[in-house]
């Protein structure tokens, strides 16, 4: 029973993607939609029963369907593992993922291809599930490259526009430079144990005596890359504020609960491996750290409503890698529950204003949307509480559990997670006060046609709101279900549980002022004193720099794209040329040799008698100078 269950859990959302791909036209755009989220919806269903399942009988399901690859001694099946770590994922990919898809069905409506737009995000749910459920990193590897092919066509879903097309190739192509380190980890691992089975590989692991530490690291290492480019971080994050090219559930369902998650997974997934390589889990906290602080940065001046929640992605994403880092893997596990609920509202909720505005993403053209849409407004004010840390909101549980772990570990990378976390409060209220308050400063058609969305919108939006307030009583300082749910992953504890004391409640209290601080800043500047950004070509010195993303695409495109470019081109007219007159020459010649050759063949008898002649004195010469 649990194998098929497993089957109809994965298999649900392909199917829903093979009945859009090959009758969704005909069905019509309400029915493509119904069925791609039907098809989610049966996911998280099943996903519910195995959840309630393992709680009670802690007993970890494993299912292999059949053996896939037999190489000497590496074997390797194609299964799958339902324990407490896949069931969480699973939890909220299907759980949030069936909000987005049901928030679709009205959102893309007027799009004429609706049905392809379904099948794609079936398509991205069932890879996302492959990966999450995989019992083995191939078989993660799977869903891990399945993903990157749907953000490709999600990302350039509207492609009559070049510039979604630039965008999808290039998180296209940056994904794949991190798959190239995951790639490489594996066959190290896969050389090192013969397997690249999770309870094999931990069993091998935990009780070797003699391991190649430094081999392992480097296979941590290659891991970690593949992490970057599918969790953006520096220096592969530069892809992800571009994806907001596709259509805004798109964004939701790759920012908030699928694609960039899948590098914490993995982390998370094989712990076992990290912790017996210090040095590289320092390299993931010094990452994670960074990243979140330069995303901050840039996050606090774009002015396209996506834009500042992309970076505010990436921006959390290093704070998850930073618990990583610090061995606090049921920390990060926390903050990836919290920020798919407040991320996905956001997402979903700036998709709700971009909508009401017939597609104006730009905030200056924004403003006093709060009373022509009071639903939106709500769940997007109470998201933005969480994610800046004010209590009692999840965000707050999270966020705090991260800096009081790094505290714990070096208080420079507090200091840089703690001023990342002001920061947020500030451009997350930047935006909250820009879009909703003051006078509206659209044109006035927009303003005459401005309304709260349909019911398919705003009932996700309050779904996820109320997930974003309540959804930190999983892990509560001292009285954690979630610690206690996930024990049994970790070969050893990150650290004690946080009980409150002076230290905690003191860092608490800081966290909270620096988040009250930051929303007072934004209050100040962009409420009190009315201040609208600058158009772009206003934009100097700092706040130009920040607004660019510190040229850092710009570099990129010096320092590989041009010299690819230019390589390419020497190649194709110096080298192919030259290479192509060598064979053309030698062609040549050939016919050359050929066309004499055949002058030869003129049928006189007397020439061939003389040439005979010829050839015989030649032996016999030969045969008496030879003695």
């Not at 998280?44 to 690859?69: A, G, M, P």
């Not at 069931?87 to 009205?106: A, K, M, P, R």
């Not at 980890?185 to 144990?193: A, E, Q, Y």
């Not at 009285?479 to 004690?496: D, I, Q, R």
């Amino acid at each position: 029973m649990d194998t098929n269950l497993a089957l109809v859990l994965v298999l649900a959302p392909f199917l829903g993607f093979l009945i859009n791909v090959f009758f969704g036209k005909s069905l019509g755009k309400t029915v493509s939609g119904i069925i791609g989220t039907a098809a989610v919806v049966v996911s998280f269903v099943v996903t519910l029963f195995f959840f309630n399942q393992i709680s009670q009988t802690k007993q970890v399901i494993q299912i292999t369907l059949f053996d896939w690859i037999q190489l000497s001694n590496l074997h390797i099946n194609l299964g799958f593992l339902l324990d407490q770590l896949s069931l969480l994922w699973l939890l909220f990919v299907t759980g949030i993922g069936s909000l987005i898809h049901l928030y679709s069905i009205s959102y893309m409506h007027d799009d004429e291809n609706m049905h392809k737009f379904f099948a794609y995000l079936n398509l991205f749910v069932f890879f996302m599930i492959t990966l999450v459920m995989g019992s083995n990193l191939l078989v993660l590897f799977i869903g891990w490259e399945g993903v990157g092919l749907c953000s490709y066509l999600l990302i350039g879903f509207w492609h009559k526009n070049q510039d979604y097309n630039d965008a999808a190739k290039k998180a296209f192509i940056m994904n794949r430079i991190g798959d190239l380190g995951l790639l490489i980890g594996m066959f190290i691992i896969g050389s090192m144990f013969s397997t690249l089975d999770y309870a094999t590989l931990k069993t091998a692991i935990v009780g070797a005596t003699n391991l190649n530490l430094p081999l392992l690291s480097l296979a941590a290492l290659c891991l970690f890359i593949g992490a970057c480019g599918k969790s953006a971080q520096i220096p592969l994050y530069t892809w992800l504020p571009d994806a907001m090219a596709g259509p805004t559930p798109v964004s939701a369902l790759i920012h908030a609960a699928t694609m960039v998650t899948a590098g914490i997974f993995m982390v998370t997934r094989l712990n076992f491996v990290f912790d017996l390589a210090p040095d590289v889990q320092t390299v993931i906290a010094i990452i994670g750290a960074v990243t979140s602080l330069v995303a901050a940065t840039i996050g606090l001046v774009q002015t396209d409503i996506k834009k500042v929640l992309a970076y505010s992605t990436v921006s959390q994403l290093g704070l998850m890698f930073l618990a990583l880092g610090l061995g606090a893997y049921e920390v990060a596990v926390f903050h990836v529950i919290t920020h798919a609920f407040f991320k996905a509202c956001l997402f979903l909720g700036s998709g709700s204003v971009i909508h009401g505005l017939h597609g104006e993403q730009d905030m200056r053209k924004m403003g006093g949307l709060r009373k022509a849409m009071p639903i939106t407004f709500w769940t997007m004010l109470i998201s933005s509480l969480a994610i800046s840390g004010i209590p009692f909101f999840s965000g707050f549980f999270s966020k705090d559990e991260i800096l009081l772990t790094a505290f714990e570990h070096s208080i420079p990378l507090y200091v840089i997670g703690s001023i990342a976390s002001i920061m947020t409060a500030f451009y997350m209220f930047r935006l909250m006060f820009l879009t909703f308050f003051k006078d509206f400063r659209g044109t006035e058609e927009q303003k005459h046609h401005l309304h709260e969305s349909g019911a398919l919108i705003t009932f996700p939006l309050i779904i996820l709101a109320i997930l974003a307030t309540f959804g930190g009583l999983i892990s509560l300082p001292g009285n954690s279900w979630l610690n206690e749910y996930l024990a049994p992953l970790f070969t050893k504890v990150a650290g004690e549980e946080h009980h409150l004391g002076t230290t905690e409640y003191t860092l608490m209290g800081v966290a909270v002022l620096g988040g009250l601080l930051g929303i007072l800043i934004a209050y100040i500047k962009y409420f009190k004193q009315d201040n609208v950004p600058e158009a772009d070509e206003n934009i100097t010195g700092l706040t130009k720099v920040l607004y660019n993303k510190y040229y850092v695409d710009e570099i990129y495109d010096v320092i590989f794209v041009r010299s690819i470019n230019g390589l390419s081109k020497f190649f194709r007219d110096t080298i192919e040329t030259g290479l192509s007159a060598l064979v053309f020459g030698l062609g040549k010649v050939t016919n050359e040799i050929g066309f004499q050759g055949r002058k030869l063949q003129s049928g006189s008898i007397g020439l061939y008698l003389f040439a005979f002649v010829l050839g015989l004195c030649a032996i016999v010469s030969y045969i008496f100078l030879a003695k």
